[in-house]
């Protein structure tokens, strides 16, 4: 599938799933969203944990150091349209970024 065809089905699934989590879990457009956000972090903090061969607190501790997090959410728009490695490769080039700065 190509990155324009990922794209307009993510544009049609996402919306599905904010319906689906609202109508399951009794929550507001709102929740939902931060639920689908909060599952999106913890699916990135596992995988890099499991591509890096670190403990989840050593993860949580690198990314709160570099500002990961805030990273993750706030360009969620961008990230949930990219594969698991690519976005694994970009936290760690923000990472060693943030290291070499002055």
């Not at 596992?46 to 949580?60: I, P």
């Not at 570099?66 to 698991?84: D, F, K, Q, R």
């Not at 490769?89 to 943030?98: F, H, M, P, R, V």
Request: aromatic share 8%.
């Amino acid at each position: 599938m190509s990155d324009p065809q990922l794209k307009a089905t993510l544009e049609i699934l996402v919306p599905l799933v904010i319906r689906e989590i609202m109508k399951c879990r009794k929550v507001n457009e709102q929740e939902a969203f931060n639920l689908l956000y909060s599952w999106f972090l913890h699916s990135k903090l596992e995988e890099y944990k499991n591509a890096k061969g670190m403990t989840g607190k050593e993860v949580m501790t690198l990314f709160k150091k570099h500002n990961i997090i805030e990273y993750i959410v706030s360009c969620y728009g961008a990230l949930h349209t990219m594969g698991g490695l690519a976005i694994t490769e970009d936290i760690q080039s923000l990472i060693a970024g943030s290291q070499n700065a002055p």
